[in-house]
């Protein structure tokens, strides 16, 4: 069974950064895609970064991007999400996720599986 362990949330000043690392247990697909997804209070999940288990490609959203960077160490098996210049607006629980294919990074319906979440709070 594939078991995805967020951690690395906390309470952060605005403007300042933290780095959540997602480490990545079991069988996974030879060609699949690490994503990162948040949900704040009262909202729906959304987007945030994807990246393939390559490193080669990635996605951000566009209210991330510039400020977040995903990244991959594929012989620790864990997959990053350094997050600077955060802002209020960031404050939610961010989970990660894997999916087949290299396709549809966007697509939470796609992701086979999902870690627990982490609190990520920014004060302002």
């Known amino acids: 069974q594939v078991q995805l362990i967020e951690s690395g949330g906390g309470l952060v000043q605005a403007g300042g950064s933290l780095r959540l690392s997602c480490v990545v247990s079991g069988r996974t697909f030879s060609s699949y895609v690490m994503g990162w997804f948040r949900q704040a209070p009262g909202k729906e999940r959304e987007f945030v970064a994807a990246?393939?288990?390559?490193?080669?490609?990635?996605d951000y959203a566009d209210s991330v991007k510039g400020r977040f960077t995903i990244s991959r160490n594929s012989t620790e098996n864990t997959v990053y999400l350094q997050m600077n210049v955060l802002k209020p607006e960031d404050t939610a629980v961010y989970y990660c996720?894997?999916?087949?294919?290299?396709?549809?990074?966007?697509?939470?319906?796609?992701?086979?599986?999902w870690g627990q979440g982490t609190q990520v709070t920014v004060s302002s």
């Open positions: 996720a894997t999916k087949p294919g290299d396709s549809g990074w966007r697509e939470q319906v796609a992701y086979n599986y």
């Open positions: 990246i393939t288990w390559g490193g080669v490609n990635t």
